[in-house]
């Protein structure tokens, strides 16, 4: 009988590729991960890795259990899950990454009637934005993904995640009311704002990459960043305190900041999609099943609230 134990730091190395990898994602000494896969060699009585220099490889063999592996692994979980759930409770942890705004207005309205309806359902959330968050997403280092994506800015589809789009909203510009153009009403070209200083995200992240593309393919620019920050109440306080604009969301409700005007873009519109991610074939799980249900539940929600808003795509 295979040990899932040793199954699952068989699939660790597919996916990290070194000893050391694989000992820190599950915890272990890379000399207990080595003792893993020597007993999981010994029991299947075939060569699973081999040594390329200084690195461990798997070999055809290694390669085929692997991918065995990530399927019976998912199977155990979704049947003790299933287990769980047929005796009356959704019980078990998920973990959920998520950015600023999609946890404000969607992950929190859900999390009351997930306590009240799963108490033996466990929640761990992470507001954070980085670079690799779909990546561990596929590592199953986490379970479910809010991110942001914008019109200008889609993420590229994978074949082992599934997603959903759960919220459109409009990218407005955010302006300190003593800026000459804030007394306008109407929408303003980008243009009209070259050389003013700006405030976005880190670089690399999706909010700073689309000020970049918003100015120069619609304003005809490249903007003068002053200040850096992925927190949007920062973003707001260099609005009215340090005379920036910004690319603000609809759900960061910059209108109601005192010192703020917010104005449309006239070249065209600019939206920001919230998405929701899981790996293929997690909803099977009933715990994921009942977050995904409640995240749905408070963007039905979120949309009456907010007509200006929109339900998935435009």
């Not at 459109?168 to 050389?195: C, F, N, Q, W, Y």
């Not at 100015?215 to 306080?237: H, I, K, Q, T, W």
């Not at 609809?250 to 010192?259: D, F, I, Y």
Request: aromatic content about 4%.
């Amino acid at each position: 009988m295979l040990d899932l134990s040793r199954l699952r730091v068989l699939r660790e190395l597919k996916l990290r590729g070194t000893l050391g990898a694989v000992a820190d994602s599950l915890g272990f000494t890379p000399s207990a991960v080595s003792q893993q896969l020597a007993q999981l060699q010994k029991e299947i009585g075939v060569p699973l890795v081999e040594r390329v220099g200084r690195r461990l490889r798997l070999t055809e063999a290694g390669e085929v259990l692997a991918e065995h592996a990530e399927v019976l692994l998912a199977r155990a979980k979704r049947a003790e899950e299933a287990a769980t759930a047929a005796g009356g409770r959704v019980a078990g942890v998920v973990r959920l990454v998520g950015f600023q705004t999609a946890l404000l207005h969607v992950l929190a309205p859900a999390l009351p009637r997930l306590a009240e309806t799963y108490p033996d359902l466990v929640v761990d959330v992470l507001d954070e934005e980085f670079h690799r968050v779909l990546q561990a997403l596929v590592f199953q280092e986490i379970d479910v993904v809010l991110t942001d994506e914008y019109s200008h800015l889609p993420r590229p589809r994978r074949p082992e995640l599934t997603s959903e789009i759960l919220i459109t909203e409009r990218m407005r510009i955010a302006l300190p009311k003593a800026h000459p153009l804030a007394s306008e009403t109407g929408p303003i070209r980008m243009v009209d704002l070259a050389g003013h200083p700006w405030a976005t995200g880190h670089v690399g992240t999706n909010h700073a990459d689309l000020l970049e593309r918003t100015c120069v393919e619609l304003g005809g620019f490249r903007p003068d960043v002053r200040y850096r920050s992925n927190d949007l109440l920062v973003m707001l306080a260099m609005v009215t305190k340090g005379g920036a604009a910004c690319l603000a969301p609809e759900l960061a409700l910059a209108e109601r900041s005192e010192g703020i005007v917010v104005r449309d873009v006239a070249d065209a519109p600019v939206d920001r999609r919230m998405v929701l991610w899981t790996r293929t074939g997690a909803e099977a799980r009933p715990s994921v099943r009942a977050v995904l249900e409640e995240l749905r539940h408070s963007a039905d929600t979120l949309v009456v609230l907010r007509p200006t808003c929109l339900r998935g795509a435009p």
